[in-house]
């Protein structure tokens, strides 16, 4: 049965050895369980910012993680100190990705768009980071910003540790999810763009992706199948023009975006895949190396490993690991 999230707009696996569950001393926030092995955060994680993030709001907003959804799952509100959970495989080849989960920007589904990314994966050698990242209505100054910050602040962190972590800074990629492809589709075009003023040598780093998942993305809230939107989780009620373009991936397409891969179920009632279309045309009118998989049946929101066996659309992760391999 084709699986549908219809009220967002955003959102095996024996060889990969999850950490155990972190004590609550272990991390800066109660982890909470999900379903099977998944908790958050995991016992290897790392914070964003070594202090309050840009922006804060006093009092900070509480943690709010709840259980939630037909499939049980984590879904993180309140995110007051964004973090990444890192997630190694039994035989690393160097590939990392960032994943990055959706929620329609009102919520962060860490679980099905993180931590079964991350099992998906590491049968492929693939280091896997899980961005938690703060949720832009939560009352932070410069909300539109405010998840790009954390998007770009994982990407530099990670190359600024690439040993530590025993991957290739060069072969470090995104796959994001729904408001999470949003987010991704962002950072993959605005990688650059100053969002926040730099606080350590990382800062000097490139956020740019060598390559980027967009799975069932949104890539722009005012074209490609979307009605014409004055509002979203991302900024709010209204904004201006120049923010809008900012935060439009399909139109900031240019020869210089790293190659792209895209996944989309036609039936999906959530993000329509004239999404997905508009930006393969994108990437191809810019000469930008594209994969694209567009599938029959699966609806919204099936992350990596609920589309039932049965389903073209199941073998999804092992596509995407495949293309990444020759990236």
């Not at 039994?90 to 679980?111: H, K, Q, T």
């Not at 990242?133 to 994982?154: C, K, M, S």
């Not at 979203?232 to 120049?242: C, K």
């Amino acid at each position: 049965m084709p699986i549908d999230r219809r009220t967002l707009i955003g959102g095996a696996a024996a060889s990969l050895a999850l950490a155990p569950a972190a004590r609550a001393q272990d991390g800066p926030t109660p982890y909470v369980l999900g379903t099977g092995t998944a908790a958050w955060p995991p016992r290897e994680h790392f914070k964003l910012w070594p202090g309050t993030p840009p922006g804060a709001p006093n009092p900070l907003p509480a943690n709010n993680f709840t259980v939630n959804g037909s499939f049980r799952e984590l879904w993180l509100r309140g995110v007051s100190e964004p973090m990444v959970g890192v997630y190694r495989p039994a035989r690393p080849d160097g590939r990392a990705v960032l994943s990055i989960p959706g929620g329609g920007y009102g919520f962060v589904s860490v679980e099905n768009e993180g931590v079964d990314v991350a099992k998906a994966l590491a049968p492929h050698g693939i280091t896997v980071f899980v961005l938690a990242y703060r949720l832009p209505g939560e009352g932070w100054a410069n909300r539109a910003d405010v998840p790009l910050q954390d998007a770009q602040r994982a990407m530099r962190l990670i190359r600024a540790n690439a040993g530590k972590y025993g991957v290739d800074p060069a072969r470090l990629g995104l796959v994001g999810f729904s408001a999470g492809g949003h987010l991704g589709g962002t950072l993959a075009v605005g990688h650059d763009d100053k969002v926040y003023a730099a606080i350590d040598a990382a800062d000097a780093l490139s956020a740019r992706p060598a390559y980027a998942g967009l799975v069932y993305p949104a890539v722009s809230f005012h074209s490609a199948g979307f009605e014409e939107r004055r509002s979203n989780g991302l900024w709010g009620e209204s904004t201006g023009p120049e923010t809008r373009a900012r935060y439009t991936p399909l139109t900031r397409v240019t020869p210089a975006t790293p190659p792209i891969f895209l996944v989309h179920a036609m039936d999906d009632g959530t993000v329509p895949v004239q999404q997905s279309l508009a930006m393969i045309e994108a990437c191809r009118t810019h000469k930008v190396p594209v994969e694209a998989h567009l599938f029959e049946k699966g609806g919204h929101g099936f992350g990596a490993l609920h589309l039932p066996t049965d389903l073209p659309g199941h073998l999804w992760p092992d596509l995407f690991a495949r293309w990444t391999a020759k990236q």
